[in-house]
């Protein structure tokens, strides 16, 4: 039997067992989300040993090189040693500069890190808001623009992370993790071809900000923007309004489920050259994407960023 150990813990596990499931077997606090390999959440250092790893590219080489792993994605094989990952010596240190409520569930909040670093609109950051809790986050804000990094949260009153994400304060202390994403981008060579953006519940977070950025760089052709949400919670559709009004090839629209279906039928390809970039709840971008085949959208150029639903 596979011996395990985390810091001064010496565990037994069976051979094949998922490292995750391991730890919390042991009531040992690990953060976790979407158990897929994707969040990040659950990142560990190896420190000694070998796990078996169904997703080795899910990290990058140098995070990889380093020894971290992700305990959703790894088995325990053999004896290893692990540490976890520690925000307060393995994160970037952040503080809350403002935070707000965009609507009855949306928090908006605006981070300002301790040191600034690189980033492309669209891309996800982990949020920790202690050592043990922690969710991944798009960014809706702009590099060169923004002197904040700005995080639209669907805020729900019971969860983990999310009652403690009501709780934030301008001051208050919380620290980034990996930086990660690139599917929701935009591409200077895009200026000349119409720019669907399809976006579900905070999936318009990132979207916004690639919006954002598209009209920073002057884009010529039409854009589309289509956010689907609850009555009342079409946060940004004031914001969104005034864009479109300085901006005559911006054409925006805000549904609810029941008139979804007339929007995306609504939805006419006049150049092959569409590029569409769909975020939200993996049923609804399966919903959009389905339309856009329809619709004659190439694969190739449908990108598409999932919210996996999470542990709270």
Known sequence: MPDLRVGDQLL????????LDALLSADIRVPYSCRAGSCHTCMVHCVSGELADAKPDALDAQRRQQGWRLACQCQVQGDVQIELFNPLNDARPATVHSCDWLSSRV???????ARPFSYEPGQHLLLWINQQIARPYSLASLPDEDPWLEFHIDCPEQGAFTSLARQLQPGDSVALGELRGG???YDPDWQAKPLWLLASGTGLAPLSGVLREALRQ???????????ASAGQHYLAESLKTLANA???LHVSCV???ELPAALAGLRLVSRQTQALLCGHPEQVESFARRLYLAGVPRNQ????LFVPHAR
């Open 12 to 19: 037994t596990v069976a051979p094949a067992t998922n490292l």
């Open 256 to 258: 609810t489920a029941a």
């Open 218 to 228: 002057n884009h010529q052709a039409e854009i589309r923007l289509l956010h689907l």
């Open 302 to 305: 449908v990108f598409t960023d």
């Open 183 to 185: 599917a929701l981008h």
């Open 247 to 249: 901006h005559p090839q």
């Open 107 to 113: 928090l908006r909040l605006r981070l300002t890190p």
